[in-house]
Structure formats: structure tokens, C-alpha cells
């Protein structure tokens, strides 16, 4: 019995104890020290716009009706398609040079 007593105790004063030390926050001088997380951050590249999102829409699906109707070979289709795959791979590690530098 004289254990359990014990540990209610500590408990309790380890409870002050941390409401004390939280007490004694100030949190205007915390935001002033560490970066805020909140808040809409700049992109590192420029989004395509509307219209751009719009003209490639249109070109691929352009490509996918030659495709399906026969004005373009398969192998034409393959050649622009691994052209698409090939600018899709360099892509990334080129624009992040460029945020980079």
C-alpha cells in the first residue's frame, strides 16, 4: 500500500512539475525562433499555366487519334512516344539543376 502511495505522489508532483515548465512558455517568442510550417510556400518552378495544360492535352490527344486511325505508323507513334518517355526521364534531374543553381 505504501508503494502505490508512493507512485500517486510522484505522479502528481511530476505532473506540476510539467504544467510549470508549460506555464513558463512563452509562444510568441517560439515562433520567433523557429521557421513557421504554416502558410502557402513559393514553388521552386513556375507552374504551367491553364493554356499550356490545355495545348498538351490537345497535341497527345491529337497523337492518340493519328494513332488509332492510321495517318501515323507505329513506328512514328513509338519514335514520339519515346521521344515524350525520354523528355519525361531528363526532366527531373534538369529542372532540379536548375532550382539548384
Request: aromatic share 2%; proline share 3%.
Amino acid at each position: 500500500m505504501l508503494v502505490v502511495g508512493n507512485q500517486r505522489s510522484l505522479s502528481r508532483i511530476s505532473g506540476l512539475i510539467l504544467a510549470g515548465m508549460l506555464a513558463g512558455c512563452n509562444s510568441t517568442a517560439d515562433l520567433a525562433t523557429y521557421p513557421s510550417v504554416y502558410g502557402q510556400k513559393p514553388a521552386a518552378m513556375q507552374q504551367m499555366t491553364d493554356e499550356e495544360a490545355v495545348n498538351m492535352q490537345g497535341r497527345l490527344t491529337a497523337l492518340a487519334a493519328q494513332r488509332r486511325s492510321g495517318a501515323i505508323s507505329e513506328a512514328e507513334y513509338q519514335r514520339r512516344l519515346k521521344e515524350l518517355q525520354l523528355l519525361a526521364e531528363q526532366h527531373g534531374p534538369e529542372a532540379l539543376k536548375q532550382i539548384e543553381n
